[in-house]
């Protein structure tokens, strides 16, 4: 205090704490906030200075120490949390599991279908188809979220149109055989066909030949059904193992280095796979050579069963 009104005498300039002492501040017993107001409050209208607002705006910025404790620092602001980092911007909600848990339960590890089984758990794949339809996929998922999405929707929407007429023989016996081309998939504000699904999206979109052995048309002939759910975890793991399968599978394709006798998919799709033996000897345990002769089989279109 007396070192505060020696400097107020000699006109020099006082830090912000003797400023407090000198116009009667006592930091020992009084909160300094309450001790500024009523200084603040009583001094005659001379004492308000630069100086005094000086101190008024320390003094909100800190607290004293209590009696026998250092001097606290001012808090700093709190660091800001960094948002989280998703795969993608706005994940999918669908969820795969309960398809994974019908696909289980009626699809054998050879691909064949329990149709009759099936359709007693219907309302379990109405279910699944009716998520699927009320959450279409988002420009903001990620390459293999959508393609599972799509891979999934064609599969599960055609095992819905087969339980839906079962019993029946062969999917080509509804609609004229054009069953592909009705447009009776609603996915968002959308309908869609099959051939929608596969020609419009799939292939265009991802360019990815491999789909042909993911996507199952309840033909006999069709690369089988896996009985799992894709999703983007298990995806590209997931195409190689069924492509390999297929091409090695002799129900299918039966492969010698003189004759190739494969699947009339390389032949529709032929386009999708480029060089065709080039493609086959990338999954093929029997290699083939430019002698090598490629006819296509006849397709069985008979129920997958």
Same mark, same amino acid.
């Given at each position: 205090?007396?070192?505060?009104?020696?400097?107020? &005498?000699?006109?020099?300039?006082?830090s *912000?704490m #003797?400023h407090?002492?000198?116009l009667?501040?006592?930091c020992? !017993?009084?909160?300094?906030?309450?001790?500024? %107001?009523r200084?603040?409050?009583?001094k005659?209208p001379? /004492?308000?200075? /630069?100086?005094l607002?000086?101190?008024?705006?320390?003094?909100l910025?800190i607290?004293?120490?209590a009696p026998?404790?250092g001097?606290q620092q001012?808090?700093?602001?709190?660091?800001?949390a @960094?948002?989280?980092?998703h795969?993608?911007? $706005?994940?999918p909600?669908?969820?795969?599991?309960s398809?994974?848990?019908?696909l289980q339960?009626h699809?054998?590890?050879a691909?064949k279908? $329990?149709?009759k089984?099936?359709?007693? +758990?219907?309302? *379990?794949? +109405?279910? =699944?188809?009716k998520m699927l339809?009320e959450n279409?996929v988002?420009?903001?998922?990620?390459?293999?979220?959508?393609?599972a =999405?799509w891979? @999934?929707? =064609?599969?599960a929407?055609t095992?819905? %149109?087969?339980v +839906? $007429?079962?019993p029946?023989k062969?999917?080509? &016996?509804?609609d004229?055989?054009k069953?592909?081309?009705?447009?009776r998939?609603k996915?968002g504000d959308?309908?869609?066909s099959? &051939?929608n699904i596969?020609n419009?999206?799939?292939?265009p979109?991802?360019?990815d030949?491999?789909?042909?052995?993911?996507? &199952?048309?309840?033909?006999?002939?069709c690369p089988?059904?896996?009985?799992? *759910?894709?999703t983007?975890?298990n %995806?590209?793991?997931?195409?190689? !193992?069924?492509?390999?399968d297929?091409?090695n599978?002799?129900n =299918?394709?039966t %492969?010698?280095?003189?004759r190739a #006798?494969?699947?009339?998919?390389f032949d529709?799709?032929?386009?999708?796979f480029?060089?065709?033996?080039?493609?086959?000897?990338q999954y093929s345990e029997?290699k083939?050579n430019?002698?090598t002769?490629?006819?296509f089989?006849?397709y $069985?279109w008979d129920?997958?069963?």
């Amino acid at each position: 205090m007396v070192e505060a009104a020696k400097l107020a &005498n000699l006109g020099q300039p006082m830090s *912000a704490m #003797q400023h407090f002492r000198f116009l009667g501040g006592n930091c020992c !017993n009084e909160n300094p906030r309450t001790a500024f %107001l009523r200084i603040f409050l009583t001094k005659k209208p001379p /004492m308000l200075n /630069m100086s005094l607002v000086s101190t008024l705006v320390f003094f909100l910025q800190i607290s004293l120490p209590a009696p026998g404790e250092g001097r606290q620092q001012p808090i700093a602001n709190p660091p800001i949390a @960094n948002p989280p980092i998703h795969q993608s911007t $706005n994940p999918p909600i669908t969820n795969h599991e309960s398809f994974d848990s019908i696909l289980q339960k009626h699809v054998s590890d050879a691909g064949k279908v $329990n149709y009759k089984g099936l359709k007693t +758990d219907k309302a *379990a794949l +109405d279910a =699944y188809c009716k998520m699927l339809s009320e959450n279409p996929v988002e420009e903001s998922w990620t390459k293999e979220e959508k393609m599972a =999405y799509w891979t @999934n929707a =064609y599969n599960a929407f055609t095992l819905k %149109l087969i339980v +839906d $007429n079962y019993p029946t023989k062969s999917i080509l &016996n509804f609609d004229g055989g054009k069953t592909w081309d009705v447009r009776r998939i609603k996915i968002g504000d959308k309908k869609y066909s099959l &051939n929608n699904i596969e020609n419009d999206i799939l292939r265009p979109q991802f360019k990815d030949p491999r789909i042909h052995f993911a996507i &199952n048309c309840a033909a006999k002939s069709c690369p089988p059904l896996w009985n799992h *759910a894709y999703t983007a975890e298990n %995806l590209e793991l997931a195409l190689e !193992n069924r492509t390999r399968d297929f091409v090695n599978n002799s129900n =299918y394709n039966t %492969l010698s280095a003189s004759r190739a #006798q494969v699947s009339k998919i390389f032949d529709w799709y032929g386009a999708d796979f480029g060089d065709l033996k080039k493609f086959l000897n990338q999954y093929s345990e029997t290699k083939l050579n430019n002698s090598t002769a490629v006819v296509f089989k006849e397709y $069985n279109w008979d129920l997958n069963e």
